[in-house]
């Protein structure tokens, strides 16, 4: 990646913005969504600027970028369209190891701000790394129509019954189950058709229930060809909840991208064609893992005795060619 993807606690920004034009203004409408510790540095201010400054009762530096104003700062804007002012604040801000953003000069900032989608507190955050700003437009477009304007809902409901659901559920494989279902259920409908108190009740009532201990399982997947694009339905869910991914040199490791990102890893010195480690996957299945077994190619798995005589659930995948 040619950009470290991160979300910055809004509690330590402390900003300057330097110029006063419309595009500073998107800068700071943009700033205000997070902090009003913004600084504002400009000779001239237009109409938006002015009226967030005095709205949000911001700094104003009402000079043009002078150095020396950077001490307290965490991050500057640089928002002029003087090129050689722009370079200088990016130097300055780089001397002090700032964030620091130019406006339309990729090549003078350390970070660059993603096309954003605001579900609050859930936040989705699109970059083609500035190559290619239409891709990032039209992928924007799909997740907006999957991702209603009350979604955010769902994200404040989870963290208000998390310890509820913890003490309850047990097992990290259970609680992600119960989670799933209980969003994309009934219960999730009716947190985003304002129903909060019903979805309450249900939460509780389905609390009340026998939650059952962790139930392990082993996935294997014949990659075929390796391709990810080639995945199936069935692949991409049971790779979201994998706990442990087995995997030897010959797969492309790029299929493992699309695993949880806390599952386990475990690579195999032996390829899968001439020995399958049966043994320590049913070991963490029988512990209560989703074991997810990848396999290079498309070689039938051969009968194992141990494999057979394992009480956990057993799948087996393909991937298109």
Partial sequence: MKYFPI??????????????????????????????????????????????????????????????HMTNMTMVIAATDDEAVNADVQKEADQLNLLVNVVDQPELCNYITPSIIDRTPMIVAISSSGSAPILVRMLREQIEKIMPRGYG????????????????????????????????????????????????????????????????????????????????????????????VFYDQEVNTELLEYVRRDAEKYPQTVASSIAVNYQHAIELAEMGNQVIYFLDGYEPLPTNQALSDSLVFKQTLVCGS
């Fill in 7 to 68: 979300f910055l606690d809004a509690r330590g920004i402390n900003a300057l913005v330097i110029g006063g034009g419309e595009v500073a203004a998107r800068k700071i409408e943009l700033l205000l969504k997070s902090t009003q510790q913004i600084t504002v540095m400009s000779a001239k201010v237009g109409i938006t600027v002015q009226r967030l400054i005095k709205e949000n009762n911001l700094t104003w530096l009402a000079h043009n970028y002078q150095t020396g």
């Fill in 153 to 244: 809902k769902l994200a404040d409901f989870s963290l208000k019954f998390r310890d509820h659901v913890k003490a309850r559920v047990k097992g990290l494989t259970n609680r992600r189950t119960f989670w799933e279902q209980t969003l994309r259920g009934s219960i999730g409908e009716n947190i985003l058709n304002g129903s909060v108190t019903q979805a309450e009740k249900q939460l509780f009532a389905n609390l009340k229930q026998e939650i059952l201990p962790p139930s392990g399982s082993i996935t294997f997947i014949h990659t075929m060809a390796g391709n990810p694009d080639h995945l199936t339905l069935a692949a991409h869910k049971a790779l979201q909840f994998a706990d442990a």
